[in-house]
């Protein structure tokens, strides 16, 4: 608008470092169709986040890859020996993945149907032991592999609808249910769904809370956050040295550890968040040289700067 082309209004993006939370489609893994890693990958690959981000979010977003993006928490390169100390007692139960660079979510060719990525898929299905018969994918037992991605609104169509159709082409039955508000609370809480979306947020300084959301107790727990059903001694473990963590280093490294045990489970189908603060203002202030740590420091730390007004043509 005018204001914006005479450079009176400035569109900015700021950066911050608040939490970002977690945001994805969570894999139900009391559903014996996704018990399989390979299984839950599979389906993974079908997701073409770049094509996603490009045709439908103006490639606005950061593909989220981490359970704790954006903070010192998120793990990076290989487990350091702090990391090593408390993952080294479950190495007999948990993914060689664990001990080596963090996973992170396939990078496509931003088709919309990456056939690389595709293939792949078909190869850990078939490792897993599925079948492809006609147009159907049968797992194991020789039952389809069908997925319902269960919403209550219709939001997130413009992105399932193409993942449903990569699935398809690999003989997955997959579809799409919206249902009422009451409904979906019912079924989220007694956790009949195959897939489904869910944003939470997140702490930079998190303790306690986590074990609601990923320990084994919750997982039998009617209406707890664990929708993934995670329920791993590991994860158990860390979860309890992250509560009674007494300083700053020993949480940081106990969800470090954390963070590489869950994404190495591809419990969820990572999706994606904003890096940045996007504001528009007039150009009527002034801040300090330097912002606040964990926030944009937007409007707070802002003071009305009399001569930019005037040289706009604005009244305080």
């Not at 073409?48 to 977003?61: A, P, V």
């Not at 793990?75 to 992170?104: I, M, Q």
């Not at 074990?211 to 919750?218: E, I």
């Not at 994860?235 to 300083?247: E, F």
């Amino acid at each position: 608008f005018p204001a914006v082309k005479e450079g009176r209004v400035i569109k900015e993006e700021l950066p911050g470092r608040a939490s970002t939370g977690v945001q994805g489609w969570h894999f139900n893994l009391r559903r014996p169709q996704f018990k399989d890693a390979r299984v839950r990958e599979a389906i993974i690959n079908c997701f073409d986040y770049e094509w996603t981000n490009k045709n439908i979010m103006y490639s606005s977003y950061t593909r989220l890859t981490s359970y704790f993006e954006n903070s010192d928490m998120k793990a990076v390169g290989k487990p350091g020996p702090e990391e090593l100390a408390l993952l080294e007692p479950f190495r007999d139960r948990l993914s060689p993945e664990v001990f080596g660079e963090p996973w992170v979510p396939p990078v496509s060719d931003g088709s919309g149907s990456d056939r690389n990525l595709l293939r792949k898929a078909d190869e850990l299905l078939r490792a897993a032991g599925c079948k492809r018969e006609g147009n159907r994918m049968l797992l194991p037992d020789g039952k389809p592999l069908t997925i319902e991605f269960l919403d209550s609104s219709s939001v997130m169509q413009p992105h399932t609808e193409p993942f449903i159709a990569n699935l398809k082409k690999l003989g997955i039955e997959a579809t799409r249910r919206v249902v009422d508000t009451v409904q979906y609370k019912r079924r989220m809480d007694n956790f009949d769904f195959d897939v489904a979306s869910s944003a939470r947020g997140g702490s930079l300084t998190p303790g306690v809370e986590l074990q609601n959301v990923y320990s084994s107790k919750a997982a039998e727990t009617p209406g707890s956050r664990n929708l993934e059903g995670v329920a791993h001694p590991a994860v158990d473990h860390l979860l309890d040295i992250i509560a009674k963590a007494d300083n700053r280093a020993r949480l940081d490294v106990a969800c470090r550890a954390l963070d590489r045990v869950l994404r190495a489970g591809r419990y969820m189908i990572p999706m994606w968040y904003v890096s940045t603060s996007r504001i528009a203002h007039w150009d009527v202030f002034s801040r300090p040289s330097t912002a606040p740590k964990y926030s944009t420091g937007a409007p707070a730390t802002w003071w009305w700067d009399a001569d930019k007004a005037k040289k706009i043509g604005v009244q305080g």
